[in-house]
């Protein structure tokens, strides 16, 4: 936006005015069509002129105030808006225009924020940063214009020739398996054809035979039944001598009739059998198959599988702490253990039963810890605006986070340390990413419009998305941001009802879960949106402290004051 001129004091041009605000210096009702530059003061006519004639104040830049920023552009007036004015005022110290740029913080500051908060930052004037801004910028256009572009079109050019070829011999193949298919229909009624005419030529040879045995057995088993039914009459009238010979009669009709005994008899002819040359499923190693290279894959940003409803969590351990010992902080390790930091200023491993595996007594309430992966690196932070971190058996001071005092940690998957931090003079907070050394890689502070985003930070966990969760005691919320510090939503309980976040951690499948005042654990999805409560005092929840996911058990560990709960998800 062009420099507004300031506007003299006898100037009653007629112009729309600002609505519903109030006068900064006689606090009335009517309406505000002036602001002071100097003072970041919204006066009334009545105020402004006695603002201008005021020896101490006639020397300020008094602004035009206008809602219309259109009719602004268009008449090219140099009045301007009331929020372009409010934009330049320090929110910590609202009695001071910003007039420096913080490099670091990305925000604009007030010269006691300089010689505060950020005395030891790269501050530059507001100018000289958006001119070095403009000219990065400047420079990355350039070279995605001459070099990135130039490549994404060679490869554009090289992907649709990819294609070309790739439909081309797509065709081709189709064209193959369509001609091996014929000529396979062909072999294969040829060869059905000829093994049916065999098989059937076979089956005439074989019942012809068949046939002629059974025939001849027939004729033979009349005649045994004739001669049987003649001896029988011609023994019957004789005696003696008589019956002597006519039996020796009989006895050789027989033998001459003889029939074939049941072992001896006819061999049984059995029909051809049929043996697959392969079996069914292995038809391709004869039609043939397709073989394929390993297809790239498309490199994109991590996705989350969507997390079912009807979630239900059970509890299968929990452990109670003596009294006066109760549990402040708890971080898993992701080996099926945890550390917990107890009321006597003890740090603990124990076990999914409550066995304690190892402790280290420090020298302040441990009522933030962290760990890495397998508990490898452990770091605690305390109130004296500092963060330590276990070396040695011990903890000793690894980063010295003053002015702010040191809240809420966590560890994210890159072994990043992830800070709350929260000034208690100006009453406001930011977040802190440092690598495994203890430097700081980003700050995240305001939102994309200069606003202070946090006002008092005390939980902060990372999702497998890379996003940042933050829970906000003095505003009463969870506020999400990206990577890129931008805030993605804020979530404040559901329909209205009484919320106060008090824990916050993630899981692999991207949920977020969260402990309130109320011992309900909320679980929203990565957009913020709430799914159902998980956990309910029902589970034994009293007096929420803390909680941790291990992600490698897929459990759930709260912590109350005075005992562990360890669920898991079904």
Same mark, same amino acid.
């Given at each position: =936006?062009?420099?507004?001129?300031?506007?003299?004091?006898?100037?009653?041009?007629?112009?729309?005015?600002?609505?519903?605000?109030?006068?900064?210096?006689?606090?009335?009702?009517?309406? /505000?069509?002036?602001?002071?530059?100097?003072?970041?003061?919204?006066?009334?006519?009545?105020?402004?002129?006695?603002?201008?004639?005021?020896?101490?104040?006639?020397?300020?830049?008094?602004?035009?105030?206008?809602?219309?920023? @259109?009719?602004?552009?268009?008449?090219?007036?140099?009045?301007?808006?009331?929020?372009?004015?409010?934009?330049?005022?320090?929110?910590?110290?609202?009695?001071?225009?910003?007039?420096?740029?913080?490099?670091?913080?990305?925000?604009?500051?007030?010269?006691?924020?300089?010689?505060?908060?950020?005395?030891?930052?790269?501050?530059?004037?507001?100018?000289?940063?958006?001119?070095?801004?403009?000219?990065?910028?400047?420079?990355?256009?350039?070279?995605?214009?001459?070099?990135?572009?130039?490549?994404?079109?060679? =490869?554009?050019?090289?992907?649709?020739?990819?294609?070309?070829?790739?439909?081309? +011999? #797509?065709?081709?193949?189709?064209?193959?398996?369509? &001609?091996?298919?014929?000529?396979?229909?062909?072999?294969?009624?040829?060869?059905?054809?000829?093994?049916?005419?065999?098989?059937?030529?076979?089956?005439?040879?074989?019942?012809?035979?068949?046939?002629?045995?059974?025939?001849?057995?027939?004729?033979?088993?009349?005649?045994?039944?004739?001669?049987?039914?003649?001896?029988?009459?011609?023994?019957?009238?004789?005696?003696?001598?008589?019956?002597?010979?006519?039996?020796?009669?009989?006895?050789?009709?027989?033998?001459?009739?003889?029939?074939?005994?049941?072992?001896? $008899?006819?061999?049984?002819?059995?029909?051809?059998?049929?043996?697959?040359?392969?079996?069914?499923?292995?038809?391709?190693?004869?039609?043939?198959?397709?073989?394929? &290279?390993?297809?790239?894959?498309?490199?994109?940003?991590?996705?989350?599988?969507?997390?079912? %409803?009807?979630?239900?969590?059970?509890?299968?351990?929990?452990?109670?702490?003596?009294?006066?010992?109760? /549990?402040?902080?708890?971080?898993?390790?992701?080996?099926?253990?945890?550390?917990?930091?107890?009321?006597?200023?003890?740090?603990?491993?124990?076990?999914?039963?409550?066995?304690?595996?190892?402790?280290?007594?420090?020298?302040?309430?441990?009522?933030?810890?962290?760990? +890495?992966?397998?508990?490898?690196?452990?770091?605690?932070?305390?109130?004296?605006?500092?963060?330590?971190?276990?070396?040695?058996?011990?903890?000793?001071?690894?980063? @010295?986070?003053?002015?702010?005092?040191?809240?809420?940690?966590?560890?994210?998957?890159? $072994?990043?340390?992830?800070?709350?931090?929260?000034?208690?003079?100006?009453?406001?907070?930011?977040?802190?990413?440092?690598?495994?050394?203890?430097?700081?890689?980003?700050?995240?502070?305001?939102?994309?419009?200069?606003?202070?985003?946090?006002?008092?930070? /005390?939980?902060?966990?990372?999702? #497998?998305?890379?996003?940042?969760?933050?829970?906000?005691?003095?505003?009463?919320?969870?506020?999400?941001?990206?990577? @890129?510090?931008?805030?993605?939503?804020?979530?404040?309980?559901?329909?209205?009802?009484?919320?106060?976040?008090?824990?916050?951690?993630?899981?692999?499948?991207?949920?977020?879960?969260?402990?309130?005042?109320?011992?309900?654990?909320?679980?929203?999805?990565?957009?913020?949106?709430?799914?159902?409560?998980?956990?309910?005092?029902?589970? $034994?929840?009293?007096?929420?402290?803390? %909680?941790? +996911?291990?992600?490698?058990?897929?459990?759930?560990?709260?912590?109350?004051?005075?005992?562990?709960?360890?669920?898991?998800?079904?």
């Amino acid at each position: =936006m062009a420099e507004a001129a300031p506007v003299n004091s006898d100037d009653t041009a007629s112009t729309s005015t600002v609505t519903n605000a109030q006068c900064d210096l006689c606090f009335s009702e009517f309406l /505000v069509n002036w602001a002071c530059h100097d003072c970041a003061q919204k006066l009334c006519d009545s105020c402004q002129t006695l603002h201008s004639r005021s020896n101490a104040s006639k020397q300020h830049g008094i602004w035009l105030l206008r809602e219309d920023k @259109d009719d602004e552009m268009e008449s090219g007036s140099d009045a301007i808006d009331i929020d372009d004015i409010e934009l330049h005022i320090c929110r910590i110290h609202e009695e001071q225009v910003c007039e420096l740029y913080c490099n670091l913080c990305d925000m604009f500051v007030c010269h006691i924020c300089v010689r505060s908060i950020h005395k030891t930052h790269n501050i530059t004037d507001i100018g000289e940063s958006a001119e070095q801004k403009f000219n990065r910028l400047s420079k990355r256009f350039e070279h995605l214009e001459r070099y990135e572009l130039e490549k994404a079109r060679k =490869m554009i050019e090289n992907l649709e020739q990819n294609k070309v070829e790739y439909v081309s +011999s #797509v065709a081709l193949k189709k064209e193959l398996i369509k &001609e091996r298919n014929e000529k396979m229909k062909f072999e294969l009624d040829n060869l059905t054809d000829k093994m049916l005419k065999e098989l059937e030529t076979k089956e005439e040879v074989d019942l012809q035979f068949i046939n002629r045995k059974q025939f001849k057995l027939q004729n033979l088993s009349t005649k045994v039944s004739e001669a049987i039914h003649f001896c029988r009459n011609n023994l019957s009238n004789k005696g003696g001598i008589s019956l002597l010979d006519a039996c020796a009669e009989a006895e050789r009709k027989i033998e001459k009739l003889r029939l074939p005994s049941a072992e001896n $008899g006819p061999e049984r002819i059995n029909p051809p059998e049929f043996v697959p040359g392969k079996q069914d499923e292995e038809i391709e190693s004869v039609f043939g198959i397709l073989e394929y &290279e390993p297809t790239p894959v498309l490199t994109r940003r991590r996705t989350t599988v969507a997390f079912p %409803l009807n979630i239900k969590a059970q509890v299968i351990a929990s452990f109670a702490q003596k009294a006066r010992n109760g /549990v402040y902080s708890i971080c898993t390790t992701g080996n099926g253990n945890a550390m917990i930091g107890t009321e006597e200023r003890i740090v603990q491993v124990v076990t999914i039963t409550g066995k304690v595996l190892a402790s280290i007594k420090v020298d302040i309430t441990p009522y933030n810890i962290a760990c +890495s992966k397998l508990g490898k690196d452990l770091y605690m932070s305390t109130w004296n605006m500092e963060i330590k971190k276990l070396k040695n058996g011990s903890f000793t001071r690894f980063i @010295d986070t003053s002015p702010f005092h040191a809240q809420g940690l966590c560890v994210n998957e890159d $072994g990043e340390i992830l800070a709350c931090l929260y000034h208690k003079e100006d009453q406001f907070g930011k977040i802190v990413r440092y690598d495994s050394a203890g430097k700081s890689l980003q700050q995240i502070c305001s939102d994309e419009r200069r606003r202070l985003m946090f006002q008092n930070p /005390v939980k902060v966990a990372a999702s #497998v998305t890379r996003d940042i969760v933050v829970v906000d005691m003095a505003k009463k919320c969870v506020i999400a941001v990206g990577a @890129d510090g931008q805030r993605k939503f804020t979530y404040k309980g559901v329909n209205a009802v009484k919320f106060e976040p008090k824990c916050i951690d993630c899981n692999t499948l991207g949920s977020i879960l969260v402990g309130d005042h109320e011992d309900r654990i909320h679980m929203l999805d990565k957009n913020g949106k709430f799914l159902q409560y998980i956990m309910t005092p029902e589970h $034994g929840l009293n007096d929420i402290i803390g %909680l941790s +996911s291990d992600q490698e058990e897929k459990r759930i560990w709260v912590s109350c004051y005075d005992k562990v709960i360890i669920a898991t998800l079904v």
